[in-house]
């Protein structure tokens, strides 16, 4: 069965720290890994990962792949408030183009 | 484009009526995708459609739930008769294929 793990949970920072958001996946016919942020509605897109060892990067937000240890990270530098919400990886498969997520990560940035 | 457009927003039901769902995708997007959102289970794939046709709904979670995609901009999703247990938020998304979903804003489905 696919499953796709995040961790940690739920994390609390001040703002100005860094924080690394993981997911880890098991999965079938990998194509892609997103990351998605939630705030208070729907989920919003932030990257989409295919190759390993390649940064995304948007701002003081960054991601990068591990196809073999099949994870991936999302960091997050100089944190701010409105850096709060819950963060979702979702990886995608070959053949039927599904869609699992994850259980998500809640951050919460405090001032 | 609005975006993909979900409707009730909120619905506040009895257990054992049905509800429906609906959802708008955004024009010229061939995936559209339904989810249920929980505190305990996350973001859970319940069924998605390519071009209007079922292809996965093994995570329709029992026969009270039923979906349709009777055309290319509209889609429904029912349960009958409705549970407790089936209070959650439930989300519309679309695409176009390329791993890149776009999400309405969901309904929030109460049952009491």
Same mark, same amino acid.
């Given at each position: 069965?696919?499953?796709?793990?995040?961790?940690?949970?739920?994390?609390?920072?001040?703002? %100005?720290?860094?924080? &690394?958001?993981?997911?880890?996946?098991?999965?079938?016919?990998?194509?892609?890994?997103?990351?998605?942020?939630?705030?208070?509605?729907?989920? &919003? $897109?932030? $990257? /989409?990962?295919?190759?390993?060892?390649?940064?995304?990067?948007?701002? *003081?937000?960054?991601?990068? =792949?591990?196809?073999?240890?099949?994870?991936?990270?999302?960091?997050?530098?100089?944190?701010?408030?409105?850096?709060?919400? !819950?963060?979702?990886? #979702?990886?995608?498969?070959?053949?039927?183009?599904?869609? *699992? $997520?994850?259980? %998500?990560?809640?951050?919460?940035?405090?001032? | @484009?609005? %975006?993909?457009?979900?409707?009730?927003?909120?619905? !506040? &039901?009895? /257990?054992?009526?049905?509800? &429906?769902? *609906?959802?708008?995708?955004?024009?010229?997007?061939?995936?559209?995708?339904?989810?249920?959102?929980?505190?305990?289970?996350?973001?859970?794939?319940?069924?998605?459609?390519?071009?209007? !046709?079922?292809?996965?709904?093994?995570? /329709?979670?029992?026969?009270?739930?039923? #979906?349709?995609?009777?055309?290319?901009? $509209?889609?429904?999703?029912?349960?009958?008769?409705?549970?407790?247990? @089936?209070? #959650?938020?439930?989300?519309? #998304?679309?695409?176009?294929?390329?791993?890149?979903?776009?999400?309405?804003?969901?309904? *929030?489905?109460?049952? =009491?």
């Amino acid at each position: 069965e696919d499953k796709v793990v995040q961790s940690p949970l739920s994390l609390v920072v001040h703002e %100005g720290d860094t924080v &690394t958001l993981n997911c880890s996946y098991e999965v079938t016919n990998f194509r892609s890994l997103l990351w998605y942020k939630q705030e208070k509605k729907a989920p &919003t $897109f932030l $990257f /989409m990962l295919t190759s390993s060892g390649i940064e995304k990067k948007s701002g *003081r937000l960054s991601s990068i =792949l591990d196809k073999k240890e099949l994870f991936s990270i999302l960091n997050i530098t100089a944190t701010q408030t409105g850096d709060s919400a !819950v963060y979702l990886c #979702a990886v995608e498969v070959y053949n039927n183009n599904d869609m *699992r $997520f994850g259980a %998500g990560t809640r951050l919460t940035v405090k001032p | @484009d609005a %975006g993909v457009i979900q409707s009730p927003r909120h619905e !506040v &039901t009895e /257990m054992g009526q049905e509800v &429906t769902l *609906r959802c708008k995708p955004i024009s010229g997007h061939d995936y559209l995708f339904w989810y249920r959102q929980t505190m305990m289970r996350g973001l859970e794939l319940l069924i998605y459609f390519n071009n209007n !046709v079922p292809i996965d709904d093994s995570g /329709m979670p029992e026969d009270r739930f039923s #979906a349709k995609m009777p055309n290319a901009s $509209f889609s429904t999703l029912k349960i009958q008769p409705s549970e407790p247990r @089936d209070s #959650a938020v439930y989300f519309c #998304a679309t695409g176009q294929g390329n791993g890149e979903l776009f999400f309405g804003e969901g309904s *929030r489905l109460t049952v =009491l």
